[in-house]
């Protein structure tokens, strides 16, 4: 169970570009659920997922995974709990090194590394079965540099990279936004059947509320830094678009003017 | 052309710099860290050498400790880019003018003679071989097992590790590497390689001297470049090959150039020679344009 209480964190404090990120965010995740959050630009999603994984610690909040504070642990100490599959579909992988050692450092994820082999042949099972999943036939290229590969197959790579190994956390960072729409389709779907098969624990960012929508168990809205509303369950069944902007202007009070938001 | 002992002395100072391009190789290639400490580690290293030798240790266990120098050299570079934040480049040069000092007050004067001392080329020259060719013969060894050793550590996981943090930071710290710990361990066995390269340069050449580490990091890029240029870089084997490859070739350039009695070049043409041969190392068409590039690209 991951809990989020009353984050906060302001960007270039006490500077003309002081920017309040997060401002009192709260959530809380269950075991096993698979949130998606949305939110229009500067709402707070990507700095909520960094602060979760580590790169950016908050001014004041408390942040526990699985019973442990990791409010102020960096990035690689926090790695063994929070998994993590990037925008950038670059920067999941390293380019230089083989998909197999790519999988070689995701396989030991957050535990201590030693002098033995990193590549291991105990391992190579493992690795052509989770890629042979993907049906790209990379199980049959596990010596190739990764920077072979194109974009949307680096993605899915990075995808079962992340899932390699158990986590408290999945953290999805608008994972499918800079692929093109068939390929975003195929991640999309590889990324439900992998949290579907491992019951993991996902918390999704994405543009699209009709994304947000269509998959996942539960729907949480960020705005200015806060959750504005989540809904989950029956209250979530056949809603559509224009009943989230619905709700999100009842919250608020005010008007959608993110035309991304309704294009997504 | 050239003399047998020319030959041979191009080839054992190239299997020196061999070991100067590893460590250039873990900073520059690896790590991603452009680092100029190898200027300071390798007069540290032929410095606490050459004392420890005076003061009558041995010789193994005086290199061994020249190794341990220029560890500590780098690790303090390495710590003040993690730690104090310094922008990687200024943290070396920083290390680099300090170990001047340092340097001095190792050897308490600006050169140290070993030439009558025994160092760990002594015992080798009882061997049936021309004098030329014994520390030829040395270094090859020692090239050998630093170049297996290095190998291996890059394939085991925390070389991998250390990969992962110079090709991308992120990536690392999401799977749990300190890459802060990463970069501190990596430039400190860079400069171990060049503390051994300058122990090894002060035994074979008779004296340590606080000048001797001018252009150290110059003449390392050049072997490492003009080695990738020939032997292509695609594994970490093929990269090590590369460094002792180019690291001879560099020195053989050298040779021949002064050799040459045409082209009028003499002993104090060195650095010049150097420049122009990096230069061209870089520009020259055919020559692997994605390193030309990453090298202009840094630089600007």
């Known amino acids: ?38 939110g229009s630009n500067g709402a707070g999603k990507s700095t909520f997922l960094n602060a979760l994984a580590g790169e950016v610690l908050v001014d004041s909040g408390q942040i526990i995974v699985d019973n442990l504070d990791v409010t102020k642990l960096p990035t690689h100490k926090r790695a063994g709990r929070v998994a993590r599959v990037f925008q950038d579909p670059l920067a999941g992988t390293c380019e ?62 990075s995808l079962l990279m992340a899932s390699l190994t158990p986590s408290s956390i999945l953290l999805l960072d608008e994972h499918t936004a800079a692929l093109d729409p068939k390929t975003a ?33 539960r729907t949480v809205m960020l705005h200015q830094g806060e959750v504005v509303f989540d809904i989950e369950g029956k209250d979530r069944e056949g809603l559509e678009v224009k009943d989230l902007l619905g709700l999100f202007e009842k919250q608020r009070g005010l008007e959608v003017d993110d035309d991304s938001l309704l294009l997504g | 052309m050239l003399s047998n002992i020319a030959l041979y002395g191009a080839i054992e100072t190239g299997l020196i710099y061999g070991l100067v391009a590893f460590g250039i190789y873990l900073s520059f290639r690896v790590l991603d860290f452009p680092d100029l400490t190898v200027d300071g580690s390798f007069p540290l290293g032929a410095a606490v050498a050459a004392v420890l030798i005076i003061e009558g240790w041995n010789p193994w266990l005086a290199t ?7 560890m500590a050299a780098g690790a303090v570079t390495a710590l003040l880019n993690v730690k104090l934040k310094i922008l990687n480049l200024l943290a070396s040069i920083l290390t680099m003018i300090a170990l001047y ?51 291996r550590f890059m394939k ?32 400190a066995v860079s400069n171990g390689l060049v ?91 055919g020559v692997r344009t994605s390193i030309a590039n990453r090298l202009t690209r840094n630089k600007a």
């Not at chain 1, 779907?189 to 994304?211: D, P, R």
């Not at chain 2, 061994?64 to 220029?70: E, L, T, W």
């Not at chain 2, 060719?133 to 050998?144: A, E, N």
């Not at chain 2, 250390?162 to 690392?172: E, H, K, L, S």
């Open chain 1, 1 to 38: 169970m991951i809990s989020a209480t009353d984050l906060r964190l302001t960007f270039g404090k006490g500077t003309p570009l002081e920017n309040p990120a997060l401002r009192g965010m709260s959530l809380t995740v269950n075991q096993g659920e698979f949130v998606t959050v949305i």
């Open chain 1, 96 to 157: 230089g090194l083989t998909i197999e050692e790519n999988l070689a450092l995701a396989i030991k994820r957050g535990q201590r590394r030693g002098l033995t082999s990193a590549v291991k042949r105990q391992y190579m099972e493992k690795f052509k079965d989770s890629l042979s999943s993907l049906n790209l036939g990379l199980e049959k290229r596990l010596g190739d540099k990764m920077g072979l590969l194109s974009g949307g197959q680096r993605q899915a790579v």
């Open chain 1, 185 to 217: 389709a195929f991640v999309l779907e590889l990324t439900t059947k992998i949290i579907e098969e491992q019951k993991l624990t996902a918390l999704m960012v994405t543009h699209s509320m009709k994304q947000a929508l269509e998959v996942g168990s």
């Open chain 2, 64 to 70: 061994g400790c020249a190794v341990m120098a220029g």
């Open chain 2, 101 to 151: 000092s340092v340097n001095l007050r190792i050897m308490g004067r600006p050169n140290v003679a070993l030439l009558t001392e025994e160092t760990v080329l002594t015992p080798w020259y009882d061997l049936d071989l021309a004098y030329h060719q014994v520390p030829v013969l040395l270094f090859i060894i020692v090239v050998f097992v630093a170049l297996i050793l290095l190998w």
């Open chain 2, 156 to 187: 085991s996981e925390t070389g991998l590790a250390m990969r992962a943090t110079g090709a991308n930071a992120r990536m690392a710290r999401a799977q749990g590497i300190a890459t802060g710990a990463m970069i501190v361990l990596g430039v």
């Open chain 2, 195 to 285: 503390g051994l390269a300058g122990a090894l340069f002060a035994q074979s050449q008779g004296a340590a001297d606080v000048t001797m580490g001018v252009g150290v990091i110059v003449i390392g890029l050049a072997s490492l470049i003009g080695g990738e240029a020939v032997v292509t870089p695609s594994s970490v084997l093929r990269a090590l090959i590369a460094c002792v490859v180019g690291a001879i070739i560099y020195r053989l350039a050298i040779a021949f150039a002064l050799n040459a009695d045409f082209l009028g070049l003499q002993a104090q043409d060195l650095n010049l020679i150097t420049a122009v041969l990096v230069t061209l190392a870089i520009v020259l068409p």
